[in-house]
DNA sequence: CGTTCGATTGAGGAAGATCAATTAATGTGG
DNA sequence: CCACATTAATTGATCTTCCTCAATCGAACG
């Protein structure tokens, strides 16, 4: 089997008390805002506003530019030479994206804006030249390909071990930790995709997305405003958090 | 079902040329040396000689390092806070690991040689120092993290959209293209993980990979070396390739 | 030479997919 | 402003895939 002991003991931190969340979202908040700072003063972005549906580029398009989100929401979708098609990401303000065209110069997936969207654009040549002056933005650049590929890993980890109820709750917990480590309010969110978009996320169909949904509402952790089911009432975030962690902690029991 | 049919069909599907192919895998090849060389002649990596189950680092130890595997086998592990473990990923020679520890100066998983392995270890500042001297070697090591998010994103997609066997396939066939890539044979190969392993990886249990490599070995796709079973040959690799698609064959088919 | 571990295979059950019907919301053209 | 078409969401009924549980077998190892 997989040893398990040492590590997931030497890596937990000691409980992290809401006081602490709340100063890791602060964190976010600046670190992002420092970040934009750092590429405004070091380059010339080009803004570029785009509506829901825009792409901010196309896969197989020429790589030349890497984007960084000012505001708004981006999918990044992934297609595979036969046809079939993956939300794979989803991006949010201070997230770079196009990251994965470096390698080919090719980009390799689609991304797609969900809502009115401000991305600053900026020649990838460009950048690397501005790092080798200012050592700060290779780390910025850095961290964000770390952080991108350290949290696909977590994706794929939700797939592959979290049944798809908890899948769901993961999924709306996630949006809500980053609106929140954005400043964003998270008691009432807009789900900028439609339950087929979702299901197609978190690999499983939208009646199992639906299903899960309205689960989650019969236990009061959720709600739903107004008629249109997109947005959701967000009684609870920890509560969230337990309900995508529930099956585990059911499994856990029966030893 | 009706697979003497499509089989057929996937089998003969126009196929870049294998001359083509062939030359892909040259050219990853020489890449892979040429990094390897450049690396060599701008740092002092630090070697070392690892056995199967060695780690060559662990989740929350300090990030200091990233390293190049110049031979053998590395599997990345992932865990979660609640003790789940997922085999996140496989490398080879060639590739980097280490990159998700640089976000938080933490590694966020583990890696452990599956084989006899050696890794060359650098500073990562020491890494940063010698890109800002020889731009060629930031190229490298933004190539690989571009790759690795690129590829991630082709894992999630083959979880979310393919069915077991479908999985299993595409599996040995990632396999079977990477040991192409760094010249080593494939007509006959190691699996250096268990059936649980693979599971594991796959987002399936044990059982499920056991009845689908039965399976491909009953299509004539693999036979089995050895009474160990997991030496496996691999009779035609193309048709590893058509069974991992077949599913979808199958159901355009009905349309 | 027994013990343990990994792999295979079968039988039964459960999670989630598929199919289908209904409702609500949104948009369209008259 | 209203009939009408279209799209999204919900919910139920059924079916399939894959998981779970269990038995067996071979290989490796002390």
Redesign the interface.
Known sequence: ??Q?T???A???VPMPLPAREADAHRETARAIGATLELLRAHLEPQRRLLHAGDPVYQAGERFQMLHVLNAGFVK?V?L?A???E?V??LKFRGDWIG?????DGRY??DAIAMDTTEVWSFRYDAL?AAC?RE?AL?RVL??A??????R??????S???LPADARVAEFLRFWVDSLARRGLRTDQITLRMTRAEIG?Y??MTLETVSRALSKLARENVIGFAGSARRDILVHDAHALAGAA?RP?AAAAMLQ
């Open positions: 089997m997989l398990t040492t590590a997931a030497t890596r937990h990044i992934n595979a036969d046809g079939r993956q794979a990401g990251l994965d065209g470096i390698a390799t997936c690397i080798a050592p290779l850095h961290e390909m770390s952080r991108e590929i350290a696909d890993r977590d994706s794929m980890m797939l592959c071990t197609n978190l690999g962690q585990l």
